[in-house]
């Protein structure tokens, strides 16, 4: 995949061009939502990837920063997508600013460092849904693929995405392991049965799936 730099397959099945894909929350930033009160545990730089990781998995791609990105579909799995000659195609983003390419019966060329195949210019995109439409796709061989290049991702990492992740992270710092009660210097502390069941960062509650959810991508055909 030469035409991305630093392309790298997510987990979302798709290609991002990064090396790496940042936290959402840096310490000072996580510092900076709780006054410091956990400044000096060292469990924050732990356990801040890991719920990054879980409200990515959950919404399905990767959310932030805004990158270059590239998917293939087969036809044979699109059958149920198509509106008459029209393509429907439910991107992994719900966040798309642009569309770089459309090819159909895509194949590598490596001779070019491109894709070979018949481009496609005639579409309309939903942006805040990653719902692409592609006119006039016809009829193709069911083995054929079609690759897409598009630019998608908030540029900077959403504050209620910062905040929810700042709240796993505590949840995390200030009840480790799940425990549900602690006693030290003779004073005995209990925790709610809620607050200790979600105590792991990459645990997310009902009430994080709800706010979550106009960032999740809905379905990938």
């Known amino acids: 995949m030469n035409e991305f730099e630093n392309g790298q397959v997510t987990p979302w099945e798709y290609i991002a061009d990064a090396e790496v894909l940042p936290n959402f929350l840096s310490d000072i930033e996580y510092n900076n939502f709780t006054n410091g009160k956990f400044a000096k545990d060292t469990m924050v730089q732990k356990v801040i990837p890991s719920a990054t990781e879980a409200i990515r998995n959950y919404c399905g791609w990767h959310i932030s920063p805004s990158l270059t990105c590239g998917m293939f579909y087969n036809i044979r799995d699109l059958r149920d997508a198509f509106v008459g000659r029209d393509l429907l195609v439910q991107l ?4 798309v600013t642009a569309i770089q390419k459309i090819i159909v019966d895509a194949v590598w060329n490596a001779d070019k460092d491109d894709w070979d195949g018949e481009e496609l210019t005639d579409y309309d995109i939903g942006m805040g849904a990653g719902l692409l439409r592609i ?5 193709r061989d069911r083995k054929s693929r079609i690759f897409i290049k598009y630019t998608a991702g908030f540029p900077n990492v959403p504050e209620v995405i910062k905040e929810l992740t700042a709240d796993r992270v505590t ?3 200030a009840n480790p392991y799940g425990v549900a ?3 030290a210097g003779g004073v005995s502390v209990s925790y709610s049965s809620i607050w200790a069941s979600g ?4 645990s997310l509650s009902n009430d994080s799936h709800e706010i979550l959810e106009q960032y999740k991508v809905k379905e990938v055909f």
């Open 92 to 95: 992994p983003a719900t966040y």
């Open 135 to 139: 006119y006039d796709v016809g009829c």
């Open 171 to 173: 949840h995390a710092v």
């Open 181 to 183: 009660s602690e006693s």
């Open 199 to 202: 105590s792991n960062a990459s």
